[in-house]
């Protein structure tokens, strides 16, 4: 049971993160005209949640790797707590964005080490089943902000927005404290450092760019519909229900397509994946019909996500992992940051936010040639080739 207690914390936390990441992008309509936000701001404000992650992700790993995962991680749960209650008192952007550099930072550290906790408590075959409900945490708290958040902003106001997004993290924190234990064997070689080879070091970096690509693709699509079916004339029912679907259909197609990687092999389940979101993204900017490009981008175009993670997670040996994990996210975390003001500025020269999901369409499609890098890279297959 310990390990199924704390995959549930994990996926909290991940929950967690989604719900905090999608605040502004669901409060766009609100935020925009009340602070005048170009798209460019109001797309670094998007992207603060992970300003200090680039730095900080491989320090880290690191940390985790002398202090211990529970120490690192229940702080970092601490400070996704705390972040939403600073952006709830900033009353400003700058306000706002500082509560989200201290959500992110606390991000980092959740978002680093879970996968290196799940490879220690999943072994074999349920690697791949336990990596994908975790990944598919994000989705789901994305969609839970789409459905919670205008309700409560309107009722309360738009920092009770910002202030419910400490109840998720809250939860995950008291069920990690009291679940998580390390394994027996991992104490005195926890204490050891060692630095990754220069091939892991390669591997896991063409892997951090690849989720990079996934994940700026994908963040900017959500960060962007809301605005541009908005502008349309699109009222919130249907907003909320392309972001669902966009969303909450990511959850069973992510662990689906684990099960289909295994199965047929992860480079053919990335490209099916890839052309689902890059043309459902693209879609959505250039013709109507939101609801039929969601289900695209939310089932065909997030089967493999847990393909990405895996790969980074598995590019370093077991005992390489925390750090290596930390120079995947490292990327990760530099592409969260710029993407979002990248696609706003799209959008600033486009003419409307459609423009932002156009940007997002052509980064996401950059996960195939990449993927193919690695493939070259590499000495031996990382994940199953399949049958």
């Not at 201290?102 to 080490?113: E, W």
């Not at 072994?123 to 994000?138: H, K, Q």
């Not at 070689?189 to 994940?215: N, V």
Request: glycine share 14%; charged share 5%; hydrophobic share 55%.
């Amino acid at each position: 049971m310990r390990p199924w207690a704390i995959l549930a914390a994990l996926a909290l936390a991940r929950i967690a993160f989604g719900y905090q990441f999608q605040t502004v992008a669901t409060l766009g309509p609100t935020l925009v005209p009340l602070f005048h936000l170009s798209y460019a701001e109001f797309g670094a404000l998007i992207g603060s949640i992970m300003a200090l992650g680039v730095f900080i992700a491989l320090p880290l790993g690191v940390l985790g790797r002398w202090l211990g995962d529970r120490v690192v991680l229940g702080a970092g749960l601490a400070l996704m707590v705390a972040g939403p209650c600073v952006s709830a008192w900033g009353h400003d952007p700058a306000g706002i964005a500082a509560g989200r550099i201290v959500a992110g930072i606390g991000g980092v550290a959740m978002i680093v080490l879970q996968g290196k906790v799940i490879a220690d408590w999943f072994t074999g075959s349920r690697f791949m089943p336990a990596i994908s409900i975790a990944v598919s945490g994000y989705p789901i708290g994305v969609g839970i902000a789409q459905l919670v958040l205008p309700p409560v902003s309107h009722a309360f106001g738009w920092p009770a927005g910002f202030l419910s997004g400490a109840v998720i993290p809250a939860v995950a924190l008291l069920v990690f404290l009291a679940s998580f234990r390390p394994l027996p064997d991992n104490g005195a070689e926890q204490r050891r450092f060692s630095w990754p080879s220069w091939r892991e070091c390669l591997l896991i970096a063409i892997a951090g760019m690849i989720w990079m690509a996934y994940t700026t693709g994908y963040s900017g699509y959500l960060s962007y519909v809301p605005s541009t079916l908005t502008l349309r004339g699109d009222g919130l029912a249907l907003i909320g229900v392309v972001v669902t679907i966009a969303t909450w259909g990511n959850v069973p197609a992510t662990m689906f397509g684990g099960g289909l990687a295994a199965r047929y092999g992860g480079f053919r389940i990335l490209v099916i994946g890839t052309l689902g979101m890059a043309i459902g993204t693209a879609a959505t900017a250039l013709a109507g019909a939101p609801v039929l490009w969601s289900a695209l981008v939310g089932i065909v175009g997030s089967i493999h996500p847990g393909v990405i993670v895996a790969l980074g997670t598995l590019s370093a040996r077991q005992e390489h992992r925390a750090v290596g994990l930390g120079i995947f996210y490292s990327l990760y975390f530099a592409g969260g940051t710029v993407g979002p003001a990248l696609c706003g500025r799209a959008a600033d020269l486009y003419g409307g936010p459609a423009g932002g999901l156009l940007a997002a369409a052509a980064i996401s499609a950059l996960v195939i040639p990449m993927y193919l890098l690695h493939q070259r890279v590499a000495a031996q297959a990382v994940l199953p080739t399949g049958a």
